[in-house]
């Protein structure tokens, strides 16, 4: 009998047979959190800084990028949003959480071409595990900058991933999980850029790691939160005064005190759906014990975390 830890979670392996998580046995779909940091995670390279320096010398203390497990007992089959340079510890993370003994990867989601998001799809070719029509779910400039540049193109060429198409509100449905996507603004050099919703039989949830300012999208993001019962929403900066000597203007993203300004309307139970997410190495809220985090939480607020269950 062998015992196996990584990250909070613990698998009991008995003669070579798998005892799944307690939460993959339960019947219920839910979203299994895998990163929450920003693309370069956290202590991000390069980084010496003092923010950065507890990340390197203690590795409990890493992040990954943000990612998001989908696990349905159902029907054993889990998909990831998001394809990080963290992928093979995230991929590991949701073998254990989700064996493959009976939980095939049913497919990836994307939400655009910024190096965090789908940069770990490399992983996936003949130099790696060489997977075979693995499905990819893209929007229609994010397939096409996969299909017409190296090395991604090689993915699809030799059958690693199969693309599979999606567009603007349009809904796939998973068996009894349902995703759909929708365009959101943000710098959109090779690919649009999606937030995606997530339903499941008894609860839903938005996933919305990048964005521009809110004032830039038509859609009010308080009363989206008011129809959904999670919402995980780009934290990548917590204020304006991270980056200095660097113009914030043009790495447009909502202040997590803008959002909680933009939200302070809303009642403290619609306030709770919220888990700020995608946070940037120099973030606070990766510090839990920061006075920023206690704010976000004394606001009634969540910051997410790695191993983190929401049950659909």
Not at 112 to 122: E, K, N, Q, V
Not at 127 to 139: C, D
Not at 152 to 177: A, F
Not at 196 to 220: H, M, V
Request: aromatic share 12%; charged share 20%.
């Amino acid at each position: 009998m062998r015992l196996v830890f990584f990250k909070y979670v613990l698998v009991l392996t008995l003669f070579g047979t798998a005892i799944f998580s307690v939460f993959a046995e339960s019947g219920n779909p839910y979203l299994y959190i895998l990163g929450v940091a920003q693309d370069a995670g956290y202590p991000q390279a390069g980084c010496y800084e003092a923010h950065c320096m507890p990340g390197w010398y203690d590795v409990r203390l890493r992040r990954g990028t943000v990612s998001l497990g989908l696990i349905d007992p159902e029907t054993n089959q889990k998909y990831m949003f998001e394809a990080t340079p963290n992928f093979p510890a995230q991929l590991f993370d949701l073998e254990l959480e989700a064996p493959a003994e009976r939980f095939k990867l049913a497919g990836i989601f994307l939400t655009h071409a910024h190096i965090g998001h789908y940069s770990g799809l490399m992983f996936l070719g003949h130099e790696a595990m060489g997977t075979l029509n693995l499905p990819v779910y893209a929007m229609p400039r994010m397939s096409q900058f996969l299909k017409t540049n190296g090395p991604w193109s090689q993915l699809v060429t030799y059958k690693n991933i199969i693309l599979e198409p999606l567009q603007n509100g349009e809904t796939q449905i998973l068996g009894r999980l349902k995703v759909t996507p929708f365009l959101v603004p943000h710098r959109d050099e090779y690919s649009e850029t999606v937030g995606y919703r997530i339903d499941g039989p008894n609860k839903s949830a938005i996933f919305i790691p990048d964005i521009d300012k809110w004032s830039e999208w038509q859609t009010d993001i308080s009363d989206l939160i008011k129809t959904v019962d999670y919402a995980l929403i780009d934290a990548t900066f917590f204020s304006d005064r991270e980056l200095p000597g660097r113009d914030m203007s043009k790495i447009p993203h909502p202040f997590v005190t803008e959002s909680m300004e933009a939200l302070k309307k809303l009642s403290h139970e619609e306030r709770n759906k919220v888990w700020f997410i995608h946070m940037n190495h120099t973030n606070p809220l990766l510090n839990s014990n920061s006075r920023e985090s206690q704010r976000v939480q004394s606001e009634g607020f969540n910051i997410a975390t790695e191993g983190k269950r929401l049950i659909l």
